[in-house]
């Protein structure tokens, strides 16, 4: 199984909602990611959870807030967020070594109106 | 700032043709290589991955990698219009990360 799972696929949501992104996998990797993509742009990084710990924080502003509630499990609470942050929201997981690849899954194409 | 470059395209190769996309990176001790093929609003599919020196053979695909050159390519054998897609490089660099750090993709139409 090399499955992540992420819902929803679509959300529309306004300015003012609180709204969850949701991603599984069951890899038994340690290492999960999200990342923002806007058309015709590569994945810009976002947030790495290392064993369920946050690690990296690219910066992000706060009104997206991490959290990794167990090993499988990797959500996205959105709050207050802007239109330019429509975009297409991808979760990845890996092993945590060198020689290995990243999964991601289907993504999650948000708007905000 | 580890810096992973593509020419973003697009290329347009006809049908049949081998289409190359290349990718150069600037951590030299960078690891491990890996080429995902994204198609337009949906996400990204890993098709090659590259450790060593030399190329690296599955089906229509070679990945070709040359440390000393900080150089990695794709060739795409007998191109096919539903091969049209952006091609993401990505690399790992030195120092324990396992992190990939994308390239700006190269976008690739093959036209009947």
């Known amino acids: 199984d090399t499955e992540v799972t992420q819902t929803p696929k679509h959300l529309v949501m306004g300015m003012t909602n609180k709204k969850s992104l949701k991603c599984e996998q069951h890899?038994?990797?340690?290492?999960m990611y999200w990342y923002k993509q806007k058309a015709k742009k590569p994945p810009e990084l976002m947030f790495v959870?290392?064993?369920?710990?946050?690690?990296i924080n690219e910066s992000v502003p706060s009104r997206f807030s991490p959290e990794c509630p167990n090993s499988s499990l990797l959500n996205l609470h959105l709050h207050a967020l802007q239109p330019e942050d429509s975009a297409l929201y991808l979760c990845?997981?890996?092993?945590?070594?060198?020689?290995?690849?990243?999964?991601f899954g289907q993504g999650t194409r948000l708007t905000v109106v | 700032q580890k810096e992973v470059e593509q020419n973003s395209g697009p290329l347009s190769v006809p049908e049949g043709a081998i289409a190359s996309l290349n990718c150069t990176y600037s951590?030299?001790?960078?690891?491990?290589f890996f080429w995902y093929r994204q198609y337009s609003g949906k996400s990204p599919e890993l098709i090659m991955f590259?450790?060593?020196?030399g190329d690296k053979e599955d089906g229509r695909f070679t990945a070709q990698l040359n440390k000393a050159s900080q150089y990695v390519s794709l060739l795409i054998r007998d191109s096919q219009p539903s091969d049209s897609a952006t091609y993401l490089c990505?690399?790992?660099?030195?120092?324990?990360?396992?992190?990939?750090?994308f390239g700006r993709g190269t976008s690739l139409i093959v036209h009947p």
């Open positions: 990845a997981s890996s092993r945590q070594d060198s020689n290995t690849e990243a999964f």
């Open positions: 890899m038994g990797h340690r290492a």
């Open positions: 959870y290392s064993y369920e710990k946050l690690s």
């Open positions: 951590d030299r001790g960078s690891q491990s």
């Open positions: 590259i450790y060593s020196n």
């Open positions: 990505a690399v790992v660099a030195s120092g324990g990360s396992y992190i990939p750090t």
